[in-house]
C-alpha cells in the first residue's frame, strides 16, 4: 500500500535519511526502530510531507505522492499521529474529532466506530483536549487520524509518556485495525516488547540507512534487541 524507495533526505549540510526503502502492507503492521537520532521521526515526516526529500519516491497504491503536499497525501488516505500528539489543546474533544475530517463533506458525522475503539472519548466529548492526560490525549490523537478512514496509518511512539494500562488498550487498537485488512500500520517504536508484540514486519534503522529488516516473528532470533538497545 505505501512503499518508500531509496529515498534521501538533508537537513542543510547534514545527511539525514540515507537510500531508505521499506513497505508497509494491507492487514499488516510495520515496525521502525533504532536508537534516537537515526532518523525514524524524519522519515515518516517524509512519507507525509512535512519535510521534502533530495530524491527517490514514495508511492500509495502504485502512484508516486513525492510531490504531494500533506494535505492531499491525507486525502488520498494516510493517517499521521505525530510524536508528542499534536492535539489542539483549546478545542473540545468532539471539535479534535471533527478536525480529521476537514476535507470530508461538510456536516460529515464523526464514524461511532471511534468510540467503539476508544470508549473514554465519548464520555468526555465536551471536554477540552488540553484537559486530558496524556494517554487520554494519545487516545484522541488516533481517534482523529482514523476519523476519515485511512488506508495508511503512520503512528511515530504512541506509547511514550504513557500509563501501561493505555499502552495496551493501544495496542490492541493497533492489532485489532490491521486485522481487519483493509489498513497498512506504519508504528515507529523505542519500546521494544511492545513493537515486538505488534510487528508483523519490522525495519531497523542506523545512522539514517536501513540496518536490518524482516519478519515481525523473528526480530529476536535476529538479534533486533541487541541492535536498539542504548
Known sequence: M????????YYGGSHILRDVSLKAE????????GRNGVGKTTLLKSMM???????GSI??????????????????GIGFVPQGREIFARLTVQENLHMGLAYKKAGTPIPPELFELFPVLKQMLGRRGGDLSGG???Q?????????????LILDEPTEGIQPSIIKDIGRVIRMLADRG???IVLVEQYYDFAQELADDYVVMERGAVLAHG???NMEVDGVRSMVAI
Not at 505505501?2 to 533526505?9: G, I, P, S, T
Not at 508511492?59 to 488520498?76: C, F, M
Open 59 to 76: 508511492e500509495l497504491a502504485g502512484k508516486p505522492i513525492q510531490s504531494n503536499t500533506p494535505y492531499e497525501r491525507a486525502r488520498a
Open 2 to 9: 505505501l512503499e518508500v524507495k531509496n529515498v534521501n533526505q
Open 215 to 217: 519478519k515481525g516473528p
Open 26 to 33: 494491507l492487514g499488516k503492521v510495520t515496525v521502525i526502530l
Open 49 to 55: 510531507g512535512l519535510v521534502p526529500i533530495k530524491n
Open 140 to 152: 484522541l490523537a488516533i481517534a482523529r487520524a482514523l476519523a476519515a478512514g485511512p488506508k495508511v
Open 182 to 184: 483493509d489498513m497498512a
Open 136 to 138: 487520554q490525549q494519545q
